[in-house]
């Protein structure tokens, strides 16, 4: 079954580094753009960062442009999401997702969620003031 697992969520202090990892199971290089996405309890879920297919092109929210960096290592099948200067509104359950099609047709990096039809099971940040 192909599926997308987060891990390295965790409780940091405000000002502290994490890096979230997104190991894809099972799923083809079909699948990309791939991006993060975050949702605060009571909150929409919000996009974060989006890496396309070469990985040349990436496309950030305003409110962690400069803080977050989203990579991929294609040997590891794995795409990180570096987290840096971390805030308390960081704070959520931050979800992989992957546009995965049957055809090889290149797609741009996007953070709308709607156009993802294939998402992990979340992990928890939790960011302290």
């Known amino acids: 079954q192909p599926r997308l697992v987060e891990s390295g969520g965790g409780s940091v202090q405000a000002g502290e580094s994490l890096r979230l990892s997104c190991k894809a199971i099972?799923?083809?290089?079909?699948?990309?753009?791939v991006a993060w996405f975050r949702q605060a309890p009571g909150k929409e879920r919000e996009g974060v960062a989006s890496?396309?297919?070469?990985?040349?092109?990436?496309v950030y929210a305003e409110s962690v442009e400069g803080r977050f960096t989203i990579s991929k290592d294609d040997a590891k099948d794995t795409v990180y999401l570096q987290m840096v200067s971390l805030k308390p509104e960081d704070t959520g359950v931050y979800y992989c997702?992957?546009?995965?099609?049957?055809?090889?047709?290149?797609?741009?990096?996007?953070?709308?969620?709607?156009?993802?039809?294939?998402w992990g099971q979340g992990t928890q940040v939790t960011v302290s003031s």
């Open positions: 890496i396309e297919y070469h990985g040349e092109d990436i």
């Open positions: 997702a992957a546009q995965c099609r049957n055809r090889a047709i290149w797609r741009p990096p996007t953070i709308d969620p709607f156009l993802y039809n294939n």
């Open positions: 099972g799923i083809s290089s079909l699948c990309f753009p």
